[in-house]
């Protein structure tokens, strides 16, 4: 692997915004892992599968697909092309940024939310890490083997019902993220992502291999590509565009903090493009490998977010070979939930180092502890807790733990804010030249396309999803 390189003081027109010395990816396809790794997580592998099948399979995905195009990359080449133009954490771009068209410094908020929500997001996002490896050592240790459908739902209550085992897990997923965030983009983040998304690749290609063994693969695979819009709702519409914007990280500081360390001779809109094809894909082989097993067993496609943890446990321990393929998914999982926990953690981690002058092992360490700490009250929220309603007194927040708080607030506030302003930002008020600059496909169909699509089309759609989450 090519080792890490400075940013360079000169060689490309925008150069004179760069800052020398800050760290960079070695290379286009070192990004290309590092911000698939972040966008390729929980989202795609655990919840991807169980909202296409609450939403009826092939036309949520084509629906799905098209709000990638509309709203995903947009916001992904406007992210990425702040956060590298800016060449800082997503707080101190935005203040350069702002600074330098001569805007109003409150633009810095933006960067602001978008490092909360990374904060706030990986505190729970941990926890439900530490459920994926507690079903490793489940499914190894032969636990699914035949179980019913009663056994695995008191497996599963059990686990969430034992603060100090959701304590354990929590920990030792966080102490994980630590140690390679604290190594640095070159020896740490980029390393690491250099093994886990090939592993990824290859855990999830085994899985489909398998399903494309049963005899119900016909069914998972028509099921997700033969579209039916008679039963795709307003509400199912709604939902992909959300998820679209969702999946790729994007309105958390994530991409802003990755494209920092973009090299400026790479181009940012092929780039975003072939994160989200990645992305996408990765997606649609969880549904691929899912599915067949979920027919194959006579379950419910529909069986929402318990369709990892409760539903496909029983397949595993039916199937043959369950063992073996139950602790290959549950792997596939935790290496998901691990790329995406790193690019949560790295912009806290980018702002220490700038603004407080601290080394990043500490800031590592001091971001983790924080996080972690956070994440106990989530721990707590599902079992001592779990009658606990800080905002109860308002009908909108009624029955929400803090857990379900934090998840609300980040998921639909915050993330769609941040997209949106990012849309905003760059489409109206980042200067035409600083755009162009950027983006390198000079200023004719294309860069006129993107940049209506960034301030019309983008917005309108993050708005709906915006407003109707607050309905």
């Not at 966008?39 to 036309?59: C, D, H, M, Q, R």
């Not at 490896?133 to 019913?148: D, E, I, M, P, T």
């Not at 700038?354 to 994440?375: M, N, P, V």
Request: aromatic share 12%; glycine share 12%.
């Amino acid at each position: 692997m090519t080792e890490l390189t400075q940013n360079p003081a000169a060689g490309s027109a925008a150069s004179d915004d760069s800052n020398a010395g800050h760290p960079m990816w070695s290379s286009r396809l070192a990004f290309i892992l590092a911000a698939s790794g972040s966008a390729v997580g929980l989202g795609n592998i655990w919840k991807f599968p169980y909202i296409t099948g609450e939403n009826g399979g092939g036309a949520f995905v084509l629906v799905y697909l098209l709000c990638i195009a509309l709203i995903g990359i947009p916001i992904m080449v406007a992210e990425v092309a702040i956060g590298r133009r800016g060449g800082s954490s997503p707080i101190n771009s935005m203040r350069k940024l702002a600074a330098r068209d001569g805007l109003s410094k409150r633009w810095v908020w933006l960067g602001g939310m978008g490092m909360i929500a990374s904060f706030l997001i990986l505190s729970f996002y941990s926890v439900i890490g530490g459920w994926a490896l507690a079903y490793v050592g489940n499914s190894a240790g032969g636990l699914f083997v035949g179980a019913s459908s009663e056994s695995i739902g008191e497996m599963f209550g059990g686990l969430l019902s034992d603060p100090y085992t959701l304590l354990m897990w929590h920990s030792l997923f966080m102490v994980l993220v630590v140690m390679i965030v604290a190594r640095g983009v070159s020896s740490g983040m980029e390393k690491a992502i250099n093994i886990l998304m090939p592993i990824l690749f290859a855990l999830i290609l085994v899985m489909v291999g398998y399903a494309m063994s049963t005899d119900s693969f016909g069914a998972g695979f028509s099921f997700l590509f033969s579209p039916d819009f008679s039963k795709l709702t307003t509400e199912g519409v709604l939902t992909a565009l959300g998820h679209a914007f969702f999946t790729l990280s994007l309105g958390m500081g994530v991409m802003m903090a990755y494209g920092s360390y973009l090299p400026k001779n790479v181009s940012i809109v092929k780039t975003a493009f072939t994160v989200s094809i990645v992305d996408t894909l990765v997606a649609l082989l969880a549904g691929l490998a899912i599915f067949p097993l979920v027919f194959a067993n006579g379950m419910e496609p529909g069986a929402g977010p318990g369709l990892i943890f409760q539903t496909l446990p029983i397949a595993f321990g039916q199937m043959p070979g369950g063992v073996l393929f139950g602790t290959l998914f549950f792997v596939l999982l935790v290496v998901a939930a691990v790329t995406s926990a790193i690019s949560l953690l790295e912009p806290v981690v980018e702002w220490f180092e700038e603004q407080k002058g601290i080394d990043r092992t500490k800031g590592a360490l001091i971001g983790g502890w924080s996080i972690w700490a956070l994440g106990v009250l989530t721990i707590l929220s599902l079992n001592e807790w779990s009658g606990f309603h800080p905002l109860g007194m308002f009908e909108r927040f009624e029955g929400k733990t803090i857990f379900d708080l934090l998840d609300y607030v980040t998921a639909n506030l915050m993330m769609p804010l941040g997209g949106l302003f990012i849309a905003l930002f760059m489409g109206w008020f980042m200067s035409k030249q600083a755009t162009e600059n950027e983006l390198s496909i000079g200023n004719g169909a294309a860069f006129k396309l993107l940049m209506f699509i960034l301030r019309f089309v983008t917005p309108a759609a993050v708005l709906v999803v915006f407003v109707y989450n607050l309905m």
